[in-house]
């Protein structure tokens, strides 16, 4: 453990829980060290990208950058125009493979979530697998999760407890891995974001973590409400409509309305996807049937 | 060993403590005998009338005397309160060593050097008895605390019990004068009325002290051989039980303790030891550096000891009293005897919940010192003194509350003070490197780190927070960000207590409280000069604390008071509203009501929340001169004023409010000249002139009164004013007025009178009144004097008012919060009942509403449906929109290939999605659907059902599908993770298993929407009720139910919910028939002969009733009245109407038309073509909702649940997981 204080700390919380706006407010921080600096930046801009501000994040960032800044540079690039993805996503490889820059670990944790993105998990892991950050073993077991492999998305869980067990990252890595476990393990994932909410100022991230376990556990009501604060916060965040959709159909309310507004906002959702592939999916069922 | 409290003195040769109070009597070598109190630490008194050294001293048991003894041979017996030496018994032939008082009869018993002990009576001041035997001093002798005994210790190396019991007798039951004639030669004789019982040898030097058990019949000793003997008697012998060795000199003094097992001495080797009394072995020793002990006194009824040594004496206690106790939410946790407890406090409910380690007896104070429990783990970390300090963690077991025995292996560990941190973290303080180690629950360090400051406590300050304290600081530390969050300069804090909200945290320390916020911003201190003990905070952020002997509060701004006095001392648990639990010293659960009107009262005002304040002025008795002070002193005297009667305190309030009505009231009951005079000032400085006037008049001030008048330019009452003065004979106020006045005249004249001529001449010649100075100059003769030259005189006039009359313009007054407040407080309680009454009466129009439903006729009711219909055909438009939806192309397919290989890792292959498990698992339609696999779910549905219109199933299998996943953001701007939600999860649900998933529809919500449709039905809804009925009949198929009963259920709901629909088709179909009144009389009869609910049956009859009446079809009518009256409606115009209708019919038993209508023979109506189907006929039916049909439509799909085809083969509704198994 460092002995100096570590000056980054709430930037990095407010970066990891969610609250973005709050992260970019503060980020004034006097006397960085040049690398603490970078990360400083890296984390603003991906605060931006995650309010959606790519342009902002594009323009800003001018060529003379850091490598990491123009790997978050690349994110933004990704993430703004699926049109162009191929292009984004050829430099990206390019630079992977630049022996000079092709080890920084922004770069590399980028990579890992464009890949994700692109549900190439093998590429993914390919980058992140040998860690070296928080975030990156943090992204880890998100990919092993989404990989349906718990087993190995627990080993890096293991990692992240060696090194700092009460590190953010490693409090949230452990709620996903509970909650993609599921069973017992459901009520220490909502009890990680009891503590947070009891910590930190409340955030969606933070409240659809606590829903998210709630319905996990067949606790609606109690879901309904916590989402609907959420959505007194922030009344697009695509989750928090996600997840009210799904709430309101087990509370037995209509949920067209949130539905709705989640196609009109975050067309690409995954509930949105899921569910127009679900009707074709019908269709299809229908036909074979009949 | 802990200090109370220390004196410095001359050698200290005799203690003894106040049973009740706290002091202390010392009688010094100097012949001096100090009172002391020693909680306050003064010395109260000094009693100095021995001459040499005073060994013995004993205060009375329950009367203000104390009785002491020394060098002079004379025992002295005192009254503390008068400040005297009541009396003195000679008889001691040597110096006095000790005496006591007996605890009933008036007795006191003194050993002396003079080789006897003496009992003397000190109601007759006489002495009793003469016990003799010992052949060298004695040193010490006491009596039993119960029974008739005496025990004394002698140099002569002996200790000796006594037998007193005829004293007693002769003493209480003189009346046998044969009796008293022996006694009486017995005590001329030599004292046969004390005797010798035992003598007890074993010391080889001289004896020093011997005394009593309190309870049992043991008697310890410590003599010169500096050994301590325990002796143990019965009825007839005494013997030596033990000796205890240590002491490296002479023991001075020895005694049990009161309350504990252990036995207490103290030598001349400087030492006080402590022994276990049933394994005598020592447990403890307190050193001093110079001063040899000599006299040793346990406190009767609390657990204090006192020693005298060379230079004073000291008070002391052994151990702790306080018991370790740590709260939460409603409840409380804490150690007593060798047990964690846990008291509710709603409740009021006590139980054991754990046994913890008994505490070592190889030293004292080894008992919890602090414990902190963390409430969703279910643990709790106890710290002791043991070791130099450790802890131990024990995990409570959720089910063994209170029941088992059985000591659990918990875990450890040393560190200063161990605090949880955060639920299953807590922190170890480690001293020697001034390090603090976070450990999870399995006593793992999790992560270390060096404190700010050198710390040698660590206290709870918010999740993942440490308050740390040293000597004269504390600061709060976040260990994640390795951050001071604040600091505080502090005496030496010893206990933390955080308000609920985490807000603020009052610090105590022995004689201080700190008020500060969260970052240790100080609010306020307080200073107390007896020792400060616990507290808490109450609801409204008022502390409220406890001292040795007061209950307090404590304001955020810093002020304070007394709520009560306390006997004892408690340690307060919690506060709420106005009731404080606590635990005592025995850790005994307590509850206290204390009046807390006036901290109330004073945060009300200080948060400046008027109207409470007012609602407690006019509910509450809180008044005396403290408040009323205390008012004033804060700037509220208009609200002291609502207190006070005393009408001069009244009047200095309402002065300084600048009431002046008050006042002005006040004052005139007074009538006090200074009241008036100061009355006047006010009101002049708000420029009320009325009540100036007023006050001036009254206290007769007619100088000021006329300036005054001058001012206001009120001439007539100046006028008067120089009348009454001239009436009064007060030529100088005469004079003023007149000159106030511009009266010039009046002026000459005025000192014309008072014999000034040559003035009056002048004022008369420069003003020009020439015949009045011609007149003056004759009469002055040749005196006249003479103006003086080269100068213009300027008259003096008064200039003219500029307004005359009435007041100024008033200064404004602050008012009205309180005047204001007793108003707006009553109208807001006006206008909240009209709010309450408006709630009441929009429910009543509702109820109206629904009544008027179900009164209407026939015809209203026929309107309403069809104005329904309408309404329904407009929204049918609105839900074409859905269809036009783009659909994107799949994205769900799982990836090809996924374990291409890089060189150096080998990505994992995907696992099986959740999905997949449950369609591999369930042989369930619903959960089929809600994992996805659509087309499994229908061939499901079509082998149990026969359902092969799957399009009204649709929005069903979406929905099952999409409430089978919720989404988790995880990490920032990567995709979201889909998380399987899983139905019947119980927190013993093993991870990585997977149950089932969870289903959006369920039997509870099919229910009520079956209520929804009833209610839709009985207000003639009958489209919105085809509508529910028919979802519940497309609801059905994915139902998944646990029993089997409930599967029964959802059969019977199928055939309930069938009925209806078809009921309600044919309704729907006659209103659609107007032209063909023979079919709608039809219908309508057919709609009786579905089964409904008895008001729906009752309405269909009512219908069917009015339609054939109208086709005069008055039999089949009158049929329908029957049917309807064996109902026993309730509604007594329907009945009324259905008995017309079978009056009509009496008198025209006959039908218009003829109908396809036997209601003689029973029928089921086919669920297409609407016609009968009598009993005999052959008939087919639909696999799934039941409903029959004529045999022609079989193979089309069924029309009543749209569902399914007619008469095709079906294994049945498969629902539950219990039908599968």
């Given amino acids: 453990m460092a002995a100096g204080p570590d000056h980054l700390f709430n930037l990095r919380n407010n970066f990891y829980l969610g609250a973005y706006q709050t992260a970019i407010n503060n980020s004034e921080i006097p006397n960085l060290s040049p690398e603490d600096a970078v990360e400083r930046d890296c984390l603003v801009f991906r605060s931006y990208i995650a309010l959606g501000s790519y342009q902002l994040v594009i323009s800003e960032i001018d060529d003379a950058a850091a490598t990491s800044l123009q790997a978050v540079k690349l994110l933004a690039m990704y993430l703004s125009s699926p049109a162009n993805k191929e292009s984004t996503i050829s430099s990206l490889k390019e630079w992977l493979a630049d022996s000079t820059i092709g080890n920084n670990a922004i770069l590399r944790l980028i990579a890992g979530i464009i890949f994700m993105h692109e549900e190439d998990y093998n590429e993914a892991l390919k980058h992140t697998h040998a860690g070296g950050t928080m975030d990156l073993h943090a992204l880890n077991v998100q990919i092993f999760i989404k990989m349906n492999r718990s087993d190995y998305a627990e080993k890096q869980l293991r990692v992240m407890q060696q090194y700092d067990e009460d590190h953010t990252l490693t409090q949230l890595a452990s709620a996903w891995f509970n909650l993609a476990v599921g069973g017992s393990k459901i009520q220490e994932a909502y009890l990680i974001f009891q503590d947070f909410s009891e910590k930190y100022p409340m955030t969606c991230l933070i409240l659809n973590g606590k829903a998210v376990s709630c319905m996990q556990m067949g606790n609606f009501d109690e879901a309904e409400t916590l989402l609907l604060e959420a959505l007194n916060k922030d009344a697009k965040d695509p989750e928090t409509l996600a997840n009210l959709v799904v709430c309101s159909l087990h509370v037995g309310k209509s949920s067209s309305r949130y539905l709705s507004q989640l196609k009109l906002s975050h067309p690409g959702h995954v509930l949105v996807k899921r569910v127009s592939s679900a009707e074709d999916n019908f269709e299809r069922a229908v036909q074979s049937i009949a | 060993m802990l200090t109370k409290f220390e004196t ?29 109190d020693y909680r306050m630490g003064t010395l109260i008194d000094r009693f100095d009338e ?3 050294p005073v060994r013995g001293v004993h205060f009375h048991s329950s009367q203000p005397l104390f009785v002491s003894g020394g060098d002079d041979y004379t025992i002295k017996v005192w009254n503390y309160k008068t400040h005297r030496c009541l009396f003195t018994l000679l008889g001691h032939l040597d110096y006095i060593r000790t005496v006591q008082f007996h605890h009933e009869n008036p007795w006191i018993v003194s050993a002396s050097d003079d080789q006897t002990i003496r009992i003397w009576n000190w109601q007759s001041r006489t002495c009793i008895s003469v016990l003799t035997g010992h052949n060298h001093y004695v040193m010490c002798a006491s009596f039993h ?18 037998d007193i019991g005829s004293l007693r007798q002769k003493s209480v039951s003189p009346a046998d004068d044969l009796l008293r004639l022996s006694q009486m030669n017995a005590d001329l004789f030599g004292g046969v009325d004390a005797i010798v019982k035992y003598v007890l040898e074993g010391h080889d030097r001289g004896v020093n002290w011997a005394s009593f058990h309190p309870t049992l019949p043991l008697i310890v000793s410590g003599a010169d051989d500096r050994q301590i003997k325990l002796w143990r008697m019965n009825e007839t012998k005494a013997w030596e039980v033990d000796t205890l060795r240590g002491h490296m000199n002479n023991v001075s003094s020895v005694m049990f303790h009161a309350k504990q097992d252990i036995i207490v001495s103290n030598s001349e080797d400087k030492s006080i030891r402590v022994w276990d009394a049933t394994k005598r072995t020592g447990l403890q020793t307190f050193r001093r550096e110079h001063d040899r002990f000599w006299i040793l006194a346990v406190h009767p009824e609390m657990n204090l000891l006192a020693a005298g040594h060379d230079s004073g004496m000291i008070v002391f206690k052994l151990e702790r009293e306080r018991p370790a106790f740590a709260l939460s939410g409603n409840s409380l946790y804490y150690a007593k ?6 008291y509710e406090f709603s409740t009021q409910r006590d139980s054991q919940v754990i046994p913890i380690r008994r505490p070592g007896t190889a030293s004292l104070n080894q008992s919890p010192r602090t414990l902190s429990y963390s409430p969703t783990e279910n643990a709790v970390l106890i710290c002791s003194d043991l070791d130099g300090g450790s802890y131990e963690l024990y995990i409570i077991p959720k089910d063994s509350i209170g029941r088992s025995d059985f000591v659990q292996e918990a875990k450890r560990g040393t560190g200063g003070s161990a605090v949880f941190i955060a639920r299953n973290r807590f922190a170890v303080l480690e001293k020697s490197t001034n390090q603090v180690l976070v450990k999870n629950l399995k006593n793992e360090v999790v992560k270390k780190g060096t404190l700010p400051i050198p710390t040698d406590a660590i206290f709870y300050a918010g999740t993942g927070n440490l308050l740390c304290r040293s000597e004269d600081k504390v600061v709060i530390f976040d260990l994640q960000q390795r951050l001071v969050l604040g600091d505080l300069q502090t005496p030496f804090v010893r206990y933390v207590v955080w308000s609920n909200d985490m807000e603020s945290v009052a610090l105590l320390s022995k004689h201080n409280i700190i008020i500060a916020s969260k970052k240790l911003v100080h609010q306020c201190t307080l200073h107390e000069t007896i020792r400060v003990k616990s507290g808490a905070w109450d609801d409204n952020g008022v502390f409220i604390y406890t001292t040795l002997n007061h209950i ?15 006997e004892v001392p408690i340690y307060i648990t919690k506060v709420t509203a106005n009731i404080i639990f606590c635990l005592d010293r025995d850790g005994k659960n307590r509850i206290i009501t204390i009046d807390a009107t006036e901290y109330i009262f004073k945060l009300s005002l200080m948060r400046k929340k008027y109207d409470h304040v007012m609602s407690m002025i006019r509910n509450s008795q809180l008044c005396g001169q403290a408040m009323i002070a205390y008012l004033q002193q804060k700037g509220f005297p208009e609200v002291a004023l609502h207190f006070v009667e005393d009408e001069r305190i009244r009047f200095n309030l309402a002065l300084e409010s600048g009431n002046i009505s008050v006042a002005v009231a006040s004052a005139t009951q007074i009538n006090d000249k200074d009241l008036w005079y100061r009355l006047g000032v006010e009101a002049l400085r708000q420029g009320n002139s009325g009540i100036v006037e007023f006050a001036y008049q009254q206290t007769k001030n007619f100088e000021r009164l006329s300036f005054l008048y001058l001012i206001t330019g009120n001439l007539d009452k100046l006028s008067k004013l120089m009348k009454i003065a001239e ?7 005469q004079f003023h007025n007149a000159l106030y006045l511009g009266d010039v005249k009046e002026r000459v004249k005025i000192l014309e009178n008072a014999g000034h001529l040559p003035l009056a001449y002048i004022t008369a010649s420069v003003h020009g ?54 108003e707006s407080a009553a109208r807001g309680g006006a206008v909240d009942e009209e709010e309450d009454v408006g709630g009441d009466w929009g429910e009543e129009l509702d109820m109206v509403d629904m009544d008027g439903m179900e009164n209407r006729d026939i015809e209203a009711l026929l309107n309403e449906a069809e104005r329904e219909e309408e309404e329904e055909n407009d929204d049918g438009l609105g839900w074409g929109g859905l269809d036009d939806l783009e659909l994107p192309p799949e994205l769900d397919t799982p990836k090809v290939s996924a374990n291409a290989r890089s060189s150096v890792f080998v990505t994992p292959t995907l696992g099986m999605p959740v999905s997949h498990i449950w369609s591999q698992k369930s042989s369930l339609a619903a959960e089929q659907a809600a994992a996805g696999s659509f087309d499994t779910a229908m061939r499901l549905l079509h082998r149990q059902l026969g359902i092969k219109n799957f399009a009204p199933l649709k929005s069903k299998f979406l929905d099952l599908f999409s409430g089978s996943h919720s989404y988790l953001r995880a990490f920032s701007s990567s995709p979201v993770v889909p998380l399987a939600i899983e139905r019947g999860w119980s927190e013993s649900s093993s991870p990585n298993v997977r149950g089932p998933p969870a289903l959006v529809f369920d039997f509870s919500q099919l229910e009520e929407k079956l209520k929804t449709g009833y209610k839709a039905t009985t207000s003639g809804k009958f489209n919105e009720a085809l509508r529910v009925f028919l979802s519940i009949l497309h609801t059905i198929p994915l139902v998944v139910v646990e029993s089997r009963r409930e599967v029964d ?12 629909v078809l009921g309600l088709q044919m309704e729907l179909k006659r209103r659609e028939m107007k032209d063909d009144p023979v079919r709608q009389q039809e219908l309508a009869a057919y709609f009786t002969h579905c089964n409904l609910q008895t008001p729906h049956l009752r309405l269909a009859l009512l219908s069917a009733m009015g339609v054939c009446y109208k086709a005069k079809n008055i039999a089949t009518a009158s049929n329908f009245a029957k049917r309807l009256l064996e109902t026993n409606p309730s509604l007594e115009s329907q009945a009324k109407m259905a008995r017309q209708v079978v009056q009509a019919a009496e008198r025209n038993m006959t039908d218009e038309t003829k109908l396809n209508y036997d209601f003689r023979n029973p029928f089921v109506i086919c669920g297409s073509t609407y016609v009968p189907i009598y009993r005999g006929q052959k008939d087919v039916s639909c696999p799934y909702c039941t409903a029959r049909f004529v045999p022609s439509q079989e193979g089309n799909i069924c029309t009543v649940c749209d569902l399914a085809v007619i008469g095709a083969d079906a294994s049945g509704l498969l629902c539950s997981p219990s039908q599968v198994r």
Avoid at chain 2, 779 to 786: F, Y
Wanted: proline share 8%.
């Fill in chain 2, 552 to 566: 307090k509060y404590c304001l955020p701004n810093g002020d304070s008071g007394i709520i009560r006095t306390l």
């Fill in chain 2, 1049 to 1060: 259920e959802v059969k019977e709901l199928i055939t309930i919910v069938k009925e209806y």
């Fill in chain 2, 727 to 733: 009436v009064k004979n007060n030529v100088m106020g």
């Fill in chain 2, 8 to 36: 410095k003195s001359n050698r200290v040769k005799g203690l003894t403590f106040h049973p009740k109070r706290p002091w202390i009597l010392a009688s010094l070598h100097s012949g001096v005998i100090q009172l002391w």
């Fill in chain 2, 769 to 822: 009144l020439d015949d009045i100075s011609e007149r003056l100059a004759t009469e002055l003769g040749d005196n006249v004097p003479s103006l003086p030259e080269g100068k213009t005189p300027s008259l003096l006039m008064p200039p003219s008012p500029v307004m005359c009359g009435g007041d100024w313009p008033l200064l404004r007054v602050m008012k009205g919060i309180f005047e204001g407040g007793l």
């Fill in chain 2, 50 to 52: 021995h001459e040499g």
């Fill in chain 2, 145 to 162: 605390p119960k029974d008739d005994l005496v025990v004394s210790a002698s140099l002569d190396q002996t200790v000796r019990v006594w």
């Fill in chain 2, 337 to 342: 005897d060798r047990f964690l407890r846990y």
